[in-house]
């Protein structure tokens, strides 16, 4: 496609329940990554794939958090047992190639806002 | 880790005034310095960015500077229209080579509001 899609927009989900976020790179992009946003901050980065491989996962804030991209496309983070402290927009971005966000840049998705209530 | 500090929160000019975002950066081996622009519901949309091999760089009404010996960056937007209005994110990363893939740390961002 002609950017980054990341579906649903907007998610509420009860505290305590599971929630799965969708993200559709550029078609033929390496990498991708996950950011989450909280209200009025800037992004924090969560993990990291190239292709299928997750090369760093050290943003993760817990093991309720859990992201993959199996066919080293399209990527969902998963997020269990949600907690109000989840609540943020979870960004995704993707580049061409690993090194490539130095060149081209990387382009982010309009994010997921999660809301735990 | 990598520790982005930025400055004003809040920044607000008339049309045609220049606005201007300071960050400081913690890790000396940081070299890639991008800044981002974020409208309401929408990503962040790189703007313009700044190797640490130069001092700086413009692009139109837009340039960055950056100072390695202190630290810290700046971003310089002249004859400002109400357009510009956004939240404003400098960042920082670490270009190690081939094998690095550009995780980047954030400053907190910045509320620019140009009045006509």
Redesign the interface.
Request: glycine residues 24%; positive net charge.
């Given at each position: 496609g002609a950017g980054v899609s990341q579906s649903p927009r907007y998610k509420v989900a009860k505290r305590g329940q599971d929630v799965a976020l969708r993200c559709d790179p550029i078609s033929g992009h390496v990498s991708l990554f996950w950011y989450q946003q909280a209200l009025g901050q800037g992004p924090e980065f969560l993990t990291y794939f190239q292709n299928e491989a997750q090369l760093d996962k050290s943003g993760l804030p817990s093991d309720r958090f859990f992201a993959e991209r199996p066919e080293g496309s399209v990527s969902t983070l998963k997020i269990q047992r949600t907690q109000q402290e989840d609540s943020a927009v979870y960004l995704c971005a993707s580049s061409p190639v690993d090194w490539g966000m130095y060149k081209y840049g990387y382009t982010f998705g309009s994010g997921t806002r999660l809301t735990v209530v | 880790g990598e520790n982005?500090e930025?400055h004003p929160s809040t920044l607000s000019v008339q049309e045609g005034d220049s606005a201007v975002i300071k960050c400081t950066y913690s890790d000396s081996a940081s070299n890639?310095f991008?800044w981002?622009k974020q409208e309401l519901?929408?990503?962040?949309?790189?703007i313009i960015?700044i190797?640490s091999n130069v001092g700086e760089k413009k692009d139109q009404r837009i340039a960055v500077t950056l100072n390695k010996t202190a630290k810290h960056f700046s971003l310089h937007i002249t004859e400002t229209q109400p357009e510009d209005s956004a939240v404003y994110?400098c960042?920082a990363t670490i270009?190690a080579?081939?094998?690095?893939?550009?995780?980047?740390?954030?400053?907190?961002?910045t509320i620019l509001t140009v009045h006509p």
């Open positions: - | 982005v930025q890639y991008p981002y519901g929408k990503g962040p949309q790189l960015d190797r994110f960042a270009n080579g081939g094998t690095s893939y550009g995780k980047l740390t954030f400053g907190q961002g």
